[in-house]
């Protein structure tokens, strides 16, 4: 989790690889407003996508 994105790697055999990354475009860095944001949607969407791939 960062101020200008984030970046989850979770360990998961798909057809692209062994790890699946979420990257989020790039905000300023001085910019620290969308922090939370990004965190909530982390959290709200990435273990949904990794259950939809198959992904334990």
């Known amino acids: 989790m960062g101020t ?3 970046i989850s790697i979770a360990k998961c055999k798909t057809k692209g690889g062994d790890y699946f990354p979420l990257q989020i475009p ?14 909530k949607f982390m959290r ?11 992904c334990k």
Not at 26 to 39: A, F, G, Q, V, Y
């Open 44 to 54: 709200a969407y990435f273990p949904a996508t990794l259950k939809t791939l198959g």
């Open 26 to 39: 790039p905000i300023s860095l001085m910019d620290h407003t969308h922090r939370k944001d990004i965190e």
């Open 4 to 6: 200008d994105g984030a």
